[in-house]
């Protein structure tokens, strides 16, 4: 029973390169999201999906572009890294439902911009 | 507008009470609450939806005041497993909760 899963676990990266943080669900869960997490600061939402080919921004999306072409995987991409992108990101799932959305996180990737 | 979340730091020594609250500058359509371990994920606890319904999880309860915008989450009891930062999530008028607001966390330490 995987549940969510995040890879990779830690990443350091060059300013200017790219990179694509993957992230698996196996509970069949519709919508999927993408948050960041700064030290002090709560959970900002970069991007989420409610289902396959249906992506929408959240509240800190620039730099960052997402596709959602199954149920299973919602990749994170950063176009060219910058040092203010450093930081730990979570990606989470949740089943759709008429009782709000009660989210599974993923155990985070733990990104540095050099 | 992020919530905004009271105290930012409590400790607490076992079997003691505690109280965060949540505040929000909106009409709120829900209240999520989630715990976090230090360099571990966040985890679910509840969610409050409007109507004032109060949810409890083993010895943790929360309520949800929609006239003031708030929401409160107690803790009964304490026990060292309940340490952690505690942070709240609102929904995003107009979006529902498929977007959630946190707040910056409170953080809770209990001590034996």
């Known amino acids: 029973n995987a549940g969510v899963t995040q890879t990779p676990k830690f990443q350091v990266l060059k300013t200017g390169q790219s990179m694509t943080l993957q992230c698996a669900q196996d509970?069949?869960?519709?919508?999927m999201s993408w948050y960041r997490q700064d030290p002090g600061m709560g959970l900002r939402l970069i991007h989420y999906s409610v289902g396959a080919g249906i992506t929408d921004q959240g509240e800190v999306p620039n730099g960052y572009n997402v596709s959602r072409s199954t149920t299973e995987d919602f990749p994170l991409r950063l176009l060219s890294a910058a040092p203010s992108q450093t930081s730990v990101y979570f990606c989470?799932?949740?089943?759709?439902?008429?009782?709000?959305?009660?989210?599974?996180f993923g155990d985070g990737t733990r990104l540095s911009i050099l | 507008q992020q919530p905004v979340q009271s105290p930012q730091a409590v400790i607490l020594r076992e079997g003691e009470d505690a109280v965060i609250n949540c505040s929000s500058s909106k009409a709120l359509y829900s209240v999520h609450w989630y715990r976090q371990k230090h360099g571990e994920a966040p985890v679910f606890l509840m969610i409050?939806?409007?109507?004032?319904e109060q949810k409890g999880h083993e010895k943790i309860s929360a309520s949800f005041n929609e006239k003031k915008q708030q929401s409160s989450l107690y803790l009964t009891a304490s026990q060292l497993s309940y340490s952690g930062t505690y942070f709240c999530?609102?929904?995003?008028?107009?979006?529902?909760?498929?977007?959630?607001?946190f707040g910056k966390g409170t953080k809770l330490s209990v001590i034996p």
């Open positions: 509970m069949n869960h519709e919508y």
């Open positions: 999530g609102t929904d995003i008028p107009g979006a529902g909760s498929y977007q959630l607001t």
């Open positions: 989470a799932s949740a089943l759709v439902g008429g009782t709000g959305l009660p989210q599974h």
């Open positions: 409050l939806l409007k109507g004032g």
